[in-house]
């Protein structure tokens, strides 16, 4: 049987436990992680996340796929037009030659341009814009605030608490 590249969604936070699981039974998987400093009012760590929160990746063929979705730590397959998603090889390595550089790798989870979010930490704390723009180089959010029937954008570090509100 031809294998090819499957998304599993796990159980919240239980990425690295899903592939100790998979691993387990011999299914090839790929967990792509970053390696980032985590602030705390106290303290500065390195912490190494996964990149894609809640998915995990595997090279399978059917048989082995449907294995893998009775692992305690996995959810279900995604599915797209009622079939299960396949990844193009291609997208694949793209993610490992991304993770070459991982300085250059920012992630915003669920937070794209024009959504509107509520900032949760920092000066603006509890404010409510709209994403105007997202900069990897500078690692900030620039955000379109209403005051006062005006448009103020400000730039918040990608490190900053948001929200995503619709």
Same mark, same amino acid.
């Given at each position: ?15 690295? &436990?899903?592939?100790? $699981?998979? /691993? ?36 399978? *063929?059917?048989?082995?796929? *449907? ?17 299960? #998603? ?26 794209? $341009? ?5 900032? /949760?930490?920092? #000066? ?7 994403? $105007?723009?997202?900069?990897?180089? /500078? *690692? ?8 006062? *029937? ?12 948001? &929200?995503?509100?619709?």
């Amino acid at each position: 049987m031809i294998k090819k590249w499957f998304a599993l969604y796990t159980k919240p936070r239980h990425e690295y &436990k899903a592939k100790e $699981q998979l /691993e387990e039974i011999w299914v090839e998987t790929f967990l792509p992680t970053i390696t980032h400093t985590k602030r705390w009012s106290d303290r500065k760590k390195k912490v190494t996340e996964p990149l894609f929160r809640g998915y995990i990746f595997i090279h399978s *063929n059917e048989i082995e796929r *449907n294995k893998a979705v009775t692992r305690e730590s996995v959810i279900k397959t995604i599915f797209f037009d009622g079939k299960p #998603a396949v990844i193009p090889e291609r997208e694949i390595e793209s993610i490992k030659k991304l993770l070459e550089s991982p300085e250059k790798i920012q992630v915003f989870n669920g937070i794209s $341009q024009g959504i509107i979010v509520r900032i /949760e930490s920092g #000066a603006f704390a509890d404010v409510e814009g709209i994403v $105007q723009k997202i900069s990897k180089d /500078e *690692n900030t959010l620039l955000v379109s605030i209403e005051m006062l *029937n005006r448009t103020v954008s400000v730039t918040i570090p990608s490190d900053t608490k948001v &929200k995503r509100i619709n």
